[in-house]
């Protein structure tokens, strides 16, 4: 059950019931270790239902335990400092509240910079984890990845590999916010991207360097798209720190924390086109 937490990682689950459990036989019980493959049935509220699988090492079933109700107490508010594998569960959860619909999202660290080969080598690890599966990914001319069945995107900033997925078009970017002086901001983003940053300043309550960050990646959200021309609107500010911007039929949701071993607030943006 305790493997379970890194599912809802804003709080703490505490058990509440389970419907059916088969044990393992005391001959099963007897391996070096087992994998632990749950999926989650539903949520109501702050409840969450699991079905779960043990297997042992060679994938034999040795144990299964059906309707496993975990209970959530103790929400943090998500500011951080998080552990970056843990960070890609609460953004998944968290977008399905303030965009809708559903995608898999996965957050690697990044422990050295890289580029070429082995900066793919690493994107295609995080949306196979993503997917579920082994993935070989295609490369556009403009280096979008691309994956047979789904839509996905990926971003590598601030130490992190941000992997997205889902089966509608969609784009994703982190960044680490840094501070820049005005003219920069202004050549960066803009007279019309600027205004939306002061709004951002006004409403969520920013640092010019946040609010300009979260502006920034939802522009390279867009760009991810294959948008380079919309206007930028802020549609709605969330109490939890979430920002949702709007262009045209795309909203692009954002968030700020930290993570652990780097002092910088870091920007993370998730892109959804309007279903036709």
Known sequence: MHALQACVPDATLLPQGIER????ARADQDVEYVVLDARERGQDGDSYV???????????????WEGLTLRAVRRRDGAGPWTPV????HLERSL???????????VEPDPEPAAGAERRERTELALGRAL??????????DGKPEVEGACVSASH????????????????DVE????????DWEALLGPGALAVRDLLVAEAGDSPAVAGTRVWSAVECLRKTGVTVRALTVDR?????????AAGGARIATWVTTVNDRPEPIVFAVLAEEER
Request: proline letters at 6%; aromatic letters at 2%; charged letters at 20%.
């Open 21 to 24: 459990l088969h044990l393992a």
């Open 50 to 64: 699991y079905d779960i699988d043990v297997r042992d090492g060679t994938g034999t079933l040795v144990e299964r």
């Open 86 to 89: 843990l960070l890609g569960s």
């Open 96 to 106: 399905e509240r303030v965009l809708g619909g559903s995608r898999a999202v996965v």
């Open 132 to 141: 579920g599966r082994p993935v070989r990914l295609r490369h556009r001319p």
């Open 157 to 172: 900033g601030a130490g992190l590999t941000l992997a997205v997925a889902g089966a509608t078009p969609l784009g994703c």
């Open 176 to 183: 680490p916010a840094v501070d820049r002086a005005e003219q």
């Open 237 to 245: 500010v969330h109490p939890d720190g979430w920002a949702v911007l």
